[in-house]
Nanobody
Framework: QVQLVESGGGSVEAGGSLRLSCAAS???????MGWFRQAPGKEREGVAV????????RYVASVAGRFTLSQDNAKNTLYLQMNSLKPEDTAMYYC???????????????????WGQGTQVTVSS
């Protein structure tokens, strides 16, 4: 099972940008991977997911057009570029990986069996 380590979180003002990184202990090809977030008092939600084989991506409506997933197979790293950040994006962000289960790529966290420790993103108004 791949191990994941997130980085890149921080505190920014509304309208700012951050890039999150998820470094995997092994190859990220042939997986479903994604970014999830959990705000205090709320359930964890899928934000953006990708098939690292086909490059197919899905974004939750609230981040579509602002967040962009990318992958670097040589570095075994998944990225999440977050632009035009809003206070409602404040949350702990987690990277996850799992075996492909078919399309559409799932947002359900139960479909992913490897998780990082999380990185905090705080957006102030």
């Amino acid at each position: 099972q791949v191990q994941l380590v997130e980085s890149g979180g921080g505190s920014v003002e509304a309208g700012g940008s951050l890039r999150l990184s998820c470094a995997a202990s092994g190859s990220i090809t042939g997986l479903y991977m994604g970014w999830f977030r959990q705000a205090p008092g709320k359930e964890r939600e899928g934000v953006a997911v990708i098939s690292t084989t086909t490059g197919t991506r899905r974004y939750v409506a609230s981040v579509a057009g602002r967040f962009t997933l990318s992958q670097d197979n040589a570095k075994n790293t998944l990225y999440l570029q977050m632009n035009s950040l809003k206070p409602e994006d404040t949350a702990m962000y987690y990277c996850a990986a799992g075996r492909p289960l078919g399309f559409p790529i799932p947002f359900q966290d139960t479909a992913y069996n490897a998780w990082g420790q999380g990185t905090q993103v705080t957006v102030s108004s």
